[in-house]
């Protein structure tokens, strides 16, 4: 089998501690299947800002072009908070995103049985979620032009956004969302606000059109606001949604609650050239460097890299079923433990699952 390259960048703050665990994890995965995994490290955000004085160094850029994926941590933190803005540290992740088109945004939220209590929603609303959130990563109000602000003669101001797509930008998302609902429970709901929005009657125009090429797919619209709802009051109706780049921002973030903590919410940015996994936290300055932050979100993240990238989805499989025996087996970090658990640490958690997942094979 030719060497599978991964880029990993594990950034700062809790980024440092998570990753590893992640790579842990690959390393047990290729042991077993005898795939053969190339990994290799580079600096981003506010440790190449430190090293380099650029948020994506061009080394760091061009061990991305030659991997085949990037597993990437999380970047900022405080220490940064005050340098210019395009040399931020998130500027580093911005620009991988740019660099290789990668124009959807793929975030599962899973409430886990045993963390249903974990949810501050009802365990009658929450229990059995486990829908996917698809979001348009790279046009609409955040990218589209123009986009000023400008003084008026009155003396007050005005600011303007513009949410624009062609048809293409939109065919393309809406053909992910229906493949990847077609590896789930093949049900996709389109999310837009056509009742008000020009852009929003395209978009459905395109994904209706689309649907008649996915018979096996069952197709449904929600407006927006609707959906927000929806999405608190019956989760559980929900399999993969696909929206436009600011209403999945907020969706996605609204989906998170569901699954009871930052440090259990994977993602993958995909679609274009290379694909990049990353846990949905950040960099946690409150916890980082003491060793107890959850690496679940990062080796769920892995996961998705076998599922979307290797194209090995049963030991994507074998991955969540491994999380989800030591979970059962009553084994918690910090940001889940409930009573009766047992606390563990960062790297215990990550060994407590390379070994369940070892037990597979
Ligand atoms: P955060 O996600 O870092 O933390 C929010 C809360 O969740 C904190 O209480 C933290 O302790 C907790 N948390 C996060 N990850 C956890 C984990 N793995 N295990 C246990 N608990 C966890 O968000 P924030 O505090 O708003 O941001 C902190 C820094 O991270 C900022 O500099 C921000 O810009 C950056 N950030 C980076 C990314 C990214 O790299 N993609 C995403 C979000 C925020």
């Not at 290799?40 to 030659?66: N, W």
């Not at 740019?98 to 974990?118: G, I, S």
């Not at 056509?194 to 090429?213: A, C, D, F, K, Y």
Request: charged share 25%; aromatic share 6%.
């Amino acid at each position: 089998m030719s060497t599978y390259r991964i880029a990993v960048l594990p950034g700062d703050g809790v980024g440092v501690e998570v990753t590893p665990e992640a790579v842990k994890v690959l390393k047990t995965v290729a042991r077993g299947t005898g795939a053969s995994f190339e990994f290799e490290a580079g600096i981003v955000g506010g440790a190449a800002i430190d090293a380099t004085g650029e948020p994506l160094p061009a080394a760091t850029r061009a061990l991305c072009e030659k991997a085949h994926a990037i597993l990437f941590g999380s970047v900022g933190g405080p220490k940064w908070d005050d340098v210019a803005h395009e040399k931020r540290p998130e500027r580093g992740l911005l620009a991988l995103r740019k660099d290789f088109d990668l124009y959807a945004n793929l975030r599962p939220a899973a409430c886990y049985p045993m963390l249903v209590d974990a949810s501050p929603l009802k365990r009658s609303v929450v229990e059995g979620t486990d829908l996917m959130v698809i979001r348009e990563l790279t046009a609409g109000l955040y990218f589209g032009q123009p986009r000023f602000r400008e003084a008026l003669p009155d003396g007050s101001e005005r600011a303007v956004n513009t949410m624009s797509y062609t048809s293409k930008e939109i065919e393309r998302v809406a053909r992910m969302g229906f493949e990847v609902a077609r590896k789930r429970r093949h049900h996709l709901t389109s999310v837009d606000k056509s009742n008000v929005l020009v852009v929003s009657q395209l978009w459905r125009e395109i994904v209706t059109r689309l649907g008649r090429e996915y018979p096996d797919v069952t197709l449904d619209h929600m407006l927006a606001d609707n959906c927000a709802m929806a999405l608190v009051a019956r989760p559980t109706r929900f399999d993969t949604i696909v929206t436009e780049n600011t209403f999945g921002d907020i969706l996605s973030d609204e989906a998170a609650i569901l699954a009871g903590s930052m440090g259990m919410l994977p993602s993958a940015s995909i679609g274009g050239r290379i694909a990049l996994y990353e846990p949905v936290h950040g960099t946690a300055p409150d916890i980082a460097g003491k060793g107890i932050a959850n690496p679940i979100a990062a080796i769920l993240s892995a996961a998705m890299l076998l599922r979307y990238s290797a194209d090995l989805p049963k030991d994507a499989e074998r991955v969540e079923r491994a999380v989800l025996d030591v979970l059962q087996h009553g084994y918690r970090t910090a940001d889940i433990r409930q009573e009766g658990t047992k606390l563990v640490g960062t790297a215990e958690m990550g060994d407590l699952i390379a070994r369940a997942l070892e037990g597979m094979y």
